[in-house]
C-alpha cells in the first residue's frame, strides 16, 4: 500500500472510532434519562435487564473503540516504517486511547451509580 492509501484507511479507522464514541454517548444519555424518569418505578428484575444490557452495549463500543485504535498504531507504525509519518508517536496514540477508554469506563460505573441511587434514595 502506499503511504497515501494508509493514511486513508487510517482516517477511516477515526471516523468509525468517532462513531462509536457517538454511540456510547448516545447510549450514556439514554441510559440516564431512563432511570432518571422512572428508575425508581422499575422492579429488581427489570432494572437489572436494563443494567446489563445497557453495561454489555457501552463496554462493547468502549472494546470497540480500543481495538479500532489498535488498528490505527498497526497503520502509524507501517508509516513510520515507511518514513512517511511524522505526526505523534503511537506510544503518544496508546495513551490517549487508554486515558479516553478509562474516562468511558469511569462513565459507565458512574452511570451505573447514578441509577443506584435513584433506586435507593437516602432517608433523610
Known amino acids: 500500500m502506499t503511504a497515501y492509501e494508509l493514511n486513508d484507511l487510517m482516517m477511516s479507522w477515526y471516523a ?15 441510559y440516564l434519562i431512563v432511570a432518571y ?22 463496554g462493547s ?26 505526526f505523534q508517536s503511537p506510544n503518544q496514540s496508546l495513551a490517549i486511547a487508554s486515558l479516553f477508554a478509562a474516562i468511558q469506563i469511569g462513565g459507565i460505573i458512574a452511570a451505573l451509580y447514578f441509577m443506584w441511587t435513584i433506586r435507593h434514595p437516602k432517608s433523610e
Open 61 to 86: 463500543h468502549v472494546m470497540a473503540i480500543f481495538s479500532e485504535m489498535g488498528a490505527v498504531l498497526d497503520i502509524q507504525q507501517m508509516l513510520i516504517d515507511m518514513e512517511a509519518y511524522s
Open 16 to 30: 468509525m472510532m468517532g462513531q462509536d464514541a457517538n454511540m456510547y454517548l448516545a447510549l450514556v444519555s439514554g
Open 37 to 58: 424518569s422512572i428508575g425508581a418505578k422499575l422492579s429488581s428484575v427489570q432494572a437489572m435487564i436494563i443494567n446489563v444490557f445497557f453495561a454489555v452495549w457501552t
